[in-house]
């Protein structure tokens, strides 16, 4: 097929030869095999019976969002370590000077620079679930590494190598939600996995607390990295055995529901997975308008994420709170994340459809007038300041269903990795700068992170109706070539023609079937 730009001089001559798609995309005969069966038994969607579709999709939620979510748990727990081990006695213990614990925050996201765009090439080489599955393994390790760690120079190192192999987790995350569930199912289930986002603020308050208890040989925050790191490498070697590498590999499925979970992913027409990387759909990302405001949306949404982060636990210790008091007020922060991202899924569950974006910018609100009311505060109004800081978490809701517009408007495996890849390399060039806004000087108020905060807050509002305003140009446009693709005979609207451009390893630009959700 001559891959060519949908928009300019499209060549459809073997869309209708479902076969020659498959053959290209598959490399394993029993995939394929599965596939041709799939698509003989179910040609079109009306031949799934929604009932059994329902008890599919309830299945495929109790098999894979609970292994997301822990995922998501310990992935979050293991970057509040550093802020938990600020209250613990670390910044005394290596004694860090000026901007050095700034740069702990930071250089973290310096390996996940590095190695995010690389990663995701790596993983779709790979099967993806044992490639995820050994980076958990390693960064818990490492995570146990920093326990015996005795100056600057080497947490630095350590921090480094972590957020390398922490770089592929969050598209791994993004690639299993569009590998298992439709478009319009997506957001939901990132809502659910990335929920755990909280759990781990709370959760992290619990562990921290629990830790803040042990009175052994060694210090607290030493004790943080040890235990922390020893759960990521089990919670690692679990998932290895646990977690799926393709809709044909899933286990406790029978082969019946493993052809209806393929054929059902026919409506998304995002096309599947596949192990050869096209450098084509490389270049297409890399000239898309839109892949570089996803990236700014990672960039302005992880400057108050990477703060907050590491900040914390330092903010509320600030407001007049102990050690342990400011580890338990991490709690209801973590529950309040969760609460948010459950609204935020509800809310978009319940409004019409291609409303994402604007509920999206109404959870941007809260978060703005948090950090304004946080601001504007009298110094000693240390309850009102607290709920202030509890409301910043809303800005979660927001990120979390926005996640859902890149995996179900990017179109093609290769495409797809590299725009997931360049989202979150927006998001570690944010998390590098966010924790230099709060300056040492300004503690405990740190009137400039807040202020950051706000700031790319207000910008992420506006860049909500950027993305509604393209996504419904992007469409009209695209209602042009299938009118033009139709009279002239190239486009049809049988179901062996959708099955071919669902099947098929097309871009969002090239698939003249494909529409955009806002």
Not at 150 to 164: D, P
Not at 241 to 253: D, V
Not at 377 to 383: E, G, N
Request: net charge neutral; charged share 15%; with cysteine.
């Amino acid at each position: 097929m001559d891959h060519k730009d949908a928009s300019s001089n499209v060549e459809l001559s073997d869309c209708t030869h479902v076969e020659q798609a498959l053959n290209q995309c598959l490399a394993s005969d029993a995939d394929l095999d599965m596939y041709r069966e799939a698509l003989e038994q179910y040609p079109n969607d009306d031949s799934i019976d929604k009932e059994a579709e329902k008890h599919l999709r309830h299945k495929i939620d109790r098999r894979i969002l609970p292994l997301l979510g822990i995922c998501y748990f310990f992935y979050y727990v293991d970057k509040t370590t550093l802020s938990y081990a600020a209250i613990f006695g670390i910044k005394e213990d290596l004694h860090l000077q000026a901007t050095e614990y700034s740069w702990l925050s930071s250089v973290f996201y310096f390996g996940w620079l590095v190695w995010s765009i690389p990663s995701n090439l790596i993983m779709q080489r790979t099967p993806p679930a044992w490639y995820l599955s050994i980076n958990i393994f390693l960064w818990g390790a490492l995570l146990m590494c920093q326990t015996a760690t005795g100056s600057f120079t080497v947490l630095v190192v350590l921090r480094v190598l972590s957020g390398a192999f922490e770089a592929i987790a969050d598209p791994a995350f993004m690639l299993f939600t569009s590998m298992f569930y439709k478009r319009e199912e997506q957001p939901s289930r990132i809502a659910a996995w990335y929920a755990w986002n909280g759990i781990g603020v709370a959760g992290g308050g619990l562990i921290g607390y629990g830790i803040g208890q042990i009175r052994g040989s060694l210090s607290s925050w030493r004790y943080e990295f040890l235990i922390v790191g020893a759960l990521c490498t089990s919670w690692g070697i679990a998932l290895f055995i646990l977690l799926p590498n393709s809709p044909t590999k899933i286990r406790g499925f029978t082969h019946q529901e493993k052809l209806m979970l393929i054929a059902r992913m026919r409506s998304s027409q995002t096309g599947i997975q596949s192990n050869k990387v096209e450098w084509y759909q490389i270049r297409e990302a890399l000239v898309d308008y839109k892949t570089w405001l996803f990236m700014l949306m990672g960039f302005v949404s992880a400057v108050p994420n990477g703060g907050i982060s590491n900040f914390s636990t330092l903010v509320i210790q600030g407001l007049g709170f102990d050690t342990l008091g400011t580890a338990l007020l991490g709690i209801p922060q973590g529950v309040l994340v969760v609460i948010w991202i459950g609204l935020g899924a509800v809310a978009n569950h319940y409004m019409p459809p291609n409303s994402r974006t604007l509920v999206c910018a109404a959870f941007m609100i809260p978060t703005m007038a948090g950090a304004l009311g946080f601001l504007l505060a009298p110094p000693d109004a240390y309850v009102g300041r607290l709920i202030c800081f509890y409301l910043t978490g809303s800005y979660q809701a927001s990120f979390v269903i926005c996640l859902s517009l890149v995996t179900s408007n990017t179109g093609g495996h290769s495409k797809r990795m590299i725009v997931s890849g360049i989202i979150w390399f927006g998001s570690c060039v944010g998390s590098i700068a966010s924790p230099f806004f709060y300056k040492t000087s300004q503690a405990p108020s740190y009137q400039l992170g807040i202020g950051s905060l706000l700031v790319t807050n207000v910008i992420e509002f506006f860049l909500f109706f950027v993305f509604r305003f393209a996504f419904k140009w992007e469409n009209r446009r695209k209602e042009k070539i299938r009118s033009a693709l139709r009279e002239s005979g190239s486009l049809g609207d049988d179901s062996e023609a959708l099955n071919a451009t669902a099947f098929q390893n097309l871009t969002d630009k090239e698939n003249p079937n494909f529409v955009y959700c806002y």
